[in-house]
């Protein structure tokens, strides 16, 4: 029997792959400090929960292919708060950011296509792209440079006559790199210039620590038509298990095709819709403690990961992640090490290991990314177990 060839050419999560060796470890009596998955630990708030036992309905109905109407209007009154109108017409809810980012790939692109992708980048972009039959065209970014890719130069030498879009995560994932609004302005004007669609990756657009303002590329009208924004409850309210996201473009034409995809899986959760809904009542002042907590557990992991000789990273502006280059060979093999050779007192570490990141073949092989989702006091714990495991590591390899 013969299997799809663009699903044959996709890899397992980075995020997720080492699961089944950590559930050994566990089994064994080790802790496991995970950094790998960026599932955070603040509490959802209880709009959501309180939403769901009020849902009353004698019977669970399929909501609209087009999303629950509740919620649709919370999001536009949440977007009308950082100056954006938005019309119903202009959102789809979806299964999770994943299924966005899924319908809009395959609403774009044909085999043979490409997309401008900054790397590295968040690894479920490329099985997305892959089973849409394109490739995606990396924007190589590193360390040392603050992974700065908002240069006109770079980005055009990446376009050309198979692009059809580009697509940018702000603030990133991995990286934590947040575009300046002069920035995030130029790729605008970048891809209205050569007639593509510009994908944002809005997900984190809360989570900023330096200053800088909110920022939505909707919030510049110019550009409306080509910009598609990713958007979902998962991070901005730590609800990833509603599995609700967001389909947002005022291009009517981009979202007729986009509602077919809508329309074959025929609706999102009713009553996930229903409860995502209510957050989007909450006051904005709900971000300002949630923010200030994540700011202290970056400044704990920069702080910690600043004493061990070797490591190469940038401090992350935003989101919850920092890409850091080891003082190893190979990144998988030292996760391996961790989960099956190593423990300190009884306790070690998981991350994402790095090469899938990238689509350059043969970068981030010695890279982790690492999520600051733990308590500050877990984080710190982490990092001197990751110290002492490099430094025991290097002496057996």
């Avoid at 292919?65 to 979806?94: A, F, K, Q």
């Avoid at 999770?96 to 401008?116: F, H, K, P, R």
């Avoid at 998962?234 to 609700?244: D, I, L, T």
């Avoid at 989007?280 to 970056?298: G, N, W």
Wanted: a negative charge; charged letters at 25%.
């Amino acid at each position: 029997m013969k299997f799809s060839s663009k699903m044959e050419r996709c890899g397992l999560s980075p995020m997720r792959k080492f699961n089944p060796y950590a559930d050994e470890t566990k089994a064994r009596g080790i802790k496991i400090y995970h950094l790998n998955i960026g599932q955070p630990d603040i509490l959802t708030p209880d709009a959501y929960f309180q939403a769901l036992r009020d849902f009353s309905e004698p019977v669970l109905a399929y909501c609209p292919s087009t999303g629950v109407p509740e919620l649709l209007d919370g999001v536009r009154h949440y977007y009308r708060g950082i100056g954006v109108e938005l019309e119903r017409r202009d959102i789809l809810p979806t299964n999770g950011g994943s299924e966005a980012l899924q319908m809009t790939m395959a609403a774009l692109l044909d085999d043979g296509d490409e997309i401008v992708i900054p790397e590295p980048f968040y690894p479920n972009y490329h099985t997305s792209v892959t089973l849409a039959g394109a490739t995606i065209r990396p924007l190589t970014t590193c360390p040392e440079e603050n992974y700065h890719y908002a240069d006109r130069a770079r980005v055009e030498a990446c376009i050309n006559e198979h692009t059809r879009a580009i697509l940018i995560t702000n603030p990133g994932n991995p990286t934590g790199t947040v575009l300046t609004r002069e920035e995030l302005e130029l790729m605008l004007q970048i891809a209205k210039e050569h007639d593509l669609f510009i994908i944002v990756d809005e997900v984190y657009r809360e989570f900023i620590y330096d200053g800088q303002p909110l920022t939505s590329a909707l919030q510049y009208p110019e550009f409306e038509q080509n910009v598609i924004i990713i958007d979902s409850v998962s991070k901005r309210f730590s609800a990833c298990g509603a599995r609700v996201g967001l389909l947002i473009s005022k291009n009517k034409a981009f979202m007729s095709q986009a509602l077919k995809w809508c329309q074959c899986r025929l609706s999102g959760s009713t009553a996930d819709q229903i409860a995502a809904a209510a957050l989007y009542s909450l006051d904005p002042s709900y971000f300002d403690a949630i923010r200030d907590e994540y700011r202290r557990r970056r400044d704990a992991m920069v702080r910690k990961l600043r004493a061990i000789p070797g490591v190469i990273f940038a401090e992350p502006q935003g989101a919850f992640y920092l890409m850091a280059a080891l003082p190893i060979d190979d990144a998988d093999r030292f996760q391996m090490w961790l989960l099956q050779h190593f423990d300190d007192n009884g306790e070690t570490v998981m991350f994402s290991c790095g090469e899938p990141f990238y689509a350059t073949p043969g970068m981030g092989k010695n890279e982790v990314r690492m999520a600051y989702v733990l308590c500050q006091e877990d984080l710190e714990r982490a990092m001197d177990i990751l110290a002492k495991a490099l430094v025991e590591y290097n002496k057996q390899h």
